[in-house]
């Protein structure tokens, strides 16, 4: 019983988690106060399940005593009396939908999430911090998981998002969608944060923990329901960058089954099986990218959904494009040159032929921000082997050890091995 209690606690949290918190403060504005109370729920779930039995809908039962502790908080604080209405409208709305049935409705809690990454991105909130704010607060990232994704000390994106947080319960930030005319300041970091959720799934996690492909799926539905959004509002919003993150990540999607082998392996791009790929989702993407692309309005994940096109198109049809994906990384480096981006240019460039100036581009990256950066140091074995430099071995070992994937492990390892044969033939 305790196994099954601790199981329904952690389907809970990966499901729910965002939903729970964009309810319980979309009234109260206090978004580190849901925190604590639904850690004290989660934390009762533990104790009480295992000896009671999970409830036949865990969501509301959680969400109950969330709401409980709220109000217990609130009262010992002697809240003002100018914002009980606030909460007992809350309350009412809660227990209306405790009540409901064996789940909560798919359509209750989507546009609660949306408002409340609208309110991580309000002008009033530091830029640094509004990707980072979405990952916690809508899909209930750990500080110390979002620290490593941004490559910063987890102290220091701790104190960040607490800032964040205060900000929003003081200043009395508004749970709803902005007009129409402060989209275009608020669609960037709604894209950044989604594509964070879906690369943290798709990357370290992808194929081996659950939670990390339920994250790329909940990036996925987070982007539809956002796109949705667009097309419902009385004034459409034209977006395309939207549209290009969401053919980007239906690009990547479509090959996901053919990331690894049987035993686990990974599979290089190159070396993947184009029969595996989903065509559907490829038709998916091309269409939503060729919407974007005839609106002229060019940036960041347009680039990005692009360069993944042509490799699917490379494989699909085995005409050398990689010229062409070359020429579209230095336009993405001129929309946002990240690290991701540089990196990626320094391998486009290497399998176009120039593994010398391959590594002159990632010799000239920030050393400091690459110690902990995996795909930095399997980009760099990859150039030192195809030099045929002794020093790839090193750099296989910390590509390596930095990964979280035994299958990528196990694909670092066989090149490892291969590069190892190939400096004592030489």
């Known amino acids: 019983m305790r196994d099954r209690a601790h199981e329904a606690v952690v389907a809970a949290v990966r499901t729910a ?7 319980l403060s979309a009234r109260t504005r206090d978004i580190a106060a849901a925190e604590d109370a639904l850690a004290a729920a989660l934390e009762a779930a533990l104790e009480t399940w295992p000896d009671r039995g999970v409830p036949d809908r865990p969501e509301a039962w959680l969400l109950t005593v969330a709401r409980n502790r709220l109000n217990d908080g609130r009262r010992r604080a002697r809240v003002r009396a100018e914002a009980v209405p606030t909460l007992l ?6 227990q209306a939908v405790a009540d409901e049935g064996p789940s909560f409705p798919d359509v209750a809690f989507p546009d609660e999430r949306l408002k409340l990454m609208f309110v991580c991105t309000h002008p009033a909130i530091a830029p640094e911090v509004r990707t980072p704010l979405i990952l916690q607060t809508v899909l209930g990232l750990t500080s110390e998981r979002i620290a490593g994704a941004f490559l910063v000390k987890p102290a220091a994106m701790a104190q960040r998002l607490a800032r964040a947080k205060t900000k929003i319960r003081d200043a009395g930030i508004g749970f709803d969608v902005p007009e129409a005319a402060d989209w275009p300041a608020r669609l960037g970091p709604l894209c950044d944060a989604i594509y964070a959720a ?14 990390g492909n339920g994250l790329s799926d909940e990036a996925m539905t987070l982007g539809i329901a956002l796109y949705d959004l667009l097309g419902q509002m009385k004034r459409p919003v034209v977006a395309p960058e939207l549209n290009g993150l969401l053919a980007l990540m239906l690009y990547c999607e479509a090959r996901r089954t053919a990331r690894y082998d049987a035993s686990g392996r990974y599979v290089a791009l190159s070396d993947q099986d184009p029969r595996q790929w989903d065509k559907t989702m490829i038709d998916r993407g091309d269409a939503l990218l060729t919407m974007a692309q005839k609106l002229r309005q060019f940036g960041r994940y347009q680039l990005e959904a692009a360069i993944q096109s042509a490799h699917l198109r ?31 240019h320094a391998a486009a460039v290497t399998e176009a032929g120039g593994a010398e100036a391959g590594l002159a581009l990632l010799d000239a990256l920030d050393g400091e921000r690459l110690k902990d950066y995996q795909p930095y140091w399997a980009v760099r074995a990859h150039v030192l082997q195809k030099l045929g430099r002794p020093e790839a071995h090193a750099a296989f070992d910390r590509a390596i050890g930095l990964s979280r994937h035994e299958g990528q492990r196990a694909f670092l390892l066989k090149k490892q091995k291969a590069a190892r044969e190939q400096n004592r033939d030489g």
């Open 314 to 344: 490379r494989g699909l049809t085995g005409v050398n494009l990689l010229d062409e994906i070359v020429i579209l990384y230095e336009g993405l480096l001129r929309f946002g040159p990240s690290l991701a981006a540089r990196v990626g």
């Open 198 to 211: 879906y690369g943290l799934g798709w990357g370290d996690y992808a194929g081996e923990e659950e939670d």
């Open 89 to 94: 409208t809350l309350m009412d709305e809660a």
């Open 17 to 23: 988690y965002g939903r729970l918190i964009a309810y």
